[in-house]
């Protein structure tokens, strides 16, 4: 039996859209607080529902990588941040073990004021890595990045392919059990790509997990073990990559394309 | 299943397509795959205080670096490097003998030299007014940084009220190089010294760490903070003593927590001037703790929600 890294339970996230373009401001809050209304209430006053997930249930097993696919907005990107921690569920919940390290979007909190040096250290505690592990490392994670020249220099010039090598290198260091990473690998070059798939692969053979998400279904291909087809944030199919649901995904799309 | 509810039940054997095992290509897992670390659950409950407290020991080096930085780019490219640190506040301290001392007249009436005095309230006033907005403004300035990754989000406006702290603490030679031009030498109350520095510590964290909550989501906090440390300067007795206030009027201004540090600052280095202000410091400890246990409360309630409310 294999160990269950990940198990995302019933994940739900609700979003308020606010059709009146009002800022949320200390008056409202304050009246809020006076009246004794809550946020609930104010959804009652014509500002509609959102759900960006809704009842997602998806387990991740030790060793697996599971590809999200789907249309923008989708909530592919939502249930990342979630199980990165960095938004909360409305509701379900995941149990996760073992380390998380994600790289979302571009800069992956990075800073841009601090050079790359610095970033490394700094991205490294944020991945809960101590610095005296990312010293040992640093001419690893500097040789795979590609950026030396660069490494003293503000990571605010360099650019976005620079940026996404040394997130890159980083996460890639800090002995994550479980790597999260959102299309970011798609700034960087035909090499960058070939040598972080290369390296994502041999992660996986030896129990790291992952979750991806991929606009490109020869990454997904490649990569992945598990595909989860997410669609107007509910999760639609997933299973095995050879369960043919990445050919329906694609048929689906190019019958999009092709409808007038 | 519940927001709150941290049950984990033997959950969902049937979810469809998930069988295992056999996928051609793959090293089946065996048994040397690396140990996992116990399971985390991440629900829509707030964390309680004291898995807080522990996820802020474990991320420590976060604010480490980011104090280190701060500190960095402040002195970087000043050509009187840490000299800046007491020039402010000397200068603070001149300006207000002269004012307050000399021109109001205060001076006569003090037992002990009047720029001393002065010290005792323009160092803990530099702290005060320099670490609030600093706080304040932390959490909406590392906004790209939060959006991206998870670390407990009070460590960046901890780091940056520590920052100010270090200042404060080294300003202190002011007072010291004062004592030796008046060759003057503090009393026993001395020893409380440390206390009422501590005090004002976590008073400065509580407030810089609540209002970068408050100030990521109401604006409304960047245009009052300002305004309130400009009026607050002259509610707090920084250039004349806590004494000149009408005697009927002092329950009143001792509720800014800052007279109670301030006239204990003067007591414990002044050989007791004045006698003790129990009053002003038993009101000043009271509002430090509430504001304290507020913000904390306020936190925790907050920190995950703090990208969605930005």
Redesign the interface.
Known sequence: M??T?M?V??LSKR?ALHHRQR?????S?LSNLAWGATSTSRDAKGDEEFWALRDV???L???ECLALIGKNGSGKSTLL???????????????????VA?L??I????????TGR?NI???G????C??RTIRQRLDSIVGFSGVERFLDTPVKRYSSGMYVRLAYAVAAHVDA?ILVIDEVLAVGDADFQRQCYGHLESQ????VSGIIVSHSVDVVRRLA??IAWMDGGRLR???????G?LEQYENSHSGERDSP | ???G?KH?DP??QD?????????PG??S?ASE??A?????????SAPSLRGYWHELF??R??A???IR?DLI?RFRQTYFGLAWLLFKPLMLMAVMSFAFGYLAGFQERQSAPYPLMIFCGVIPWYFVSNAVPDGMVSLRV?I????????PRALIPIAAVFVDAIEFVVAWLLFVMGCIWFAYLPGWQVLAFPLFGLQLLVLCTALGLWLAVLNV?????GNLIPFLITVGFFLTPVGYPYAAVPEQWQPLYALNPLVGVIEGFRWSLLRGLNGFPLGAVASSVAITIAVTLLAVRHLLATD??L???A
């Not at chain 1, 996986?204 to 129990?207: D, I, Y």
């Not at chain 1, 199919?237 to 369960?243: F, L, M, N, R």
């Not at chain 2, 996992?36 to 829509?44: E, Q």
């Not at chain 2, 790209?144 to 670390?151: D, G, K, S």
Request: without cysteine.
């Open positions: 294999t160990n890294v198990d339970v019933d979003y800022p949320d401001s200390l008056k809050w249930s998806l387990q097993h030790q060793g941040k979630i199980l990165s921690r960095i938004i909360p569920p409305t509701a379900g919940h995941i149990v996760v073990r073992g380390r994600s979302l979007e800069g992956t909190g990075f800073h841009p004021d601090l610095e250290f700094l991205n505690a944020m991945l809960g101590p610095s059990d996986f053979g030896r129990g073990s598990h199919d997933h299973g095995g990559i050879g369960s649901i | 299943m519940n927001p509810d984990l959950r969902r979810v469809p397509g998930d069988e295992h095992g056999g996928f793959r090293p897992p795959l690396p996992l670390p116990p399971s985390r659950l991440i629900d829509a474990a991320f080096e976060v480490y670096m980011l930085r780019v590392h790209f940084v939060i959006q991206q990754t998870y670390f989501r109401f604006r409304d906090i995950r929600h990208v969605d409310l």
